[in-house]
């Protein structure tokens, strides 16, 4: 009886273990997801983050961070799923910034300073744009 007792106790807390481990999972999974809109990404050069804006507002802070930088833009393509900005910073840099429209309303932004990519610079564009939208800083 004692023995039976002990396996009965034994399915039950492996039966919790894995409906925890199932909880904890999706738990982190969500976590994750909403650290993702609040950090930058660093991919070969380029700087990429989230905003929770729509593209247009996303876009009018975009122009108002390159004003700040003083970029002299070259080429401008808005288009309510991607647009692109290119401009040329002082002395003779390039810089590509593309926006990309997600769903819920979050627009993404890459951001490139020269052919290698400068992180100091992207990271202060983003700055700039997240002052323009209203957001904290991250």
């Known amino acids: 009886m004692r023995q039976k007792h002990w396996r009965t106790k034994l399915g039950i807390l492996l039966a919790a273990l894995l409906l925890a481990a199932g909880c904890v999972e999706m738990m982190l999974l969500s976590l994750g997801g909403a ?3 609040g950090s930058y990404k660093w991919i070969e050069g380029t700087m990429e983050k989230d905003y929770p804006r ?3 507002d996303t876009w009018n ?3 108002k ?3 700040d930088l003083q ?3 070259t080429t401008q393509q808005y288009n309510p799923t991607e647009s692109t900005i290119e401009a040329v910073a002082p002395p003779d840099t390039n810089v590509k910034i593309q926006l990309i429209a997600r769903p819920n309303q979050i627009t993404t932004v890459k951001v490139r300073f020269g052919l290698m990519g400068n992180q100091d610079a992207s990271a ?6 997240l002052q323009h ?3 904290p800083s991250t």
């Not at 202060?124 to 744009?129: D, V």
């Open 133 to 135: 939208l209203g957001l």
């Open 35 to 37: 650290a993702a809109i």
């Open 61 to 63: 802070a975009a122009l």
């Open 65 to 67: 961070a390159c004003t």
């Open 54 to 56: 729509s593209m247009q």
């Open 124 to 129: 202060y564009f983003h700055r700039r744009i």
């Open 71 to 73: 970029l002299n833009l």
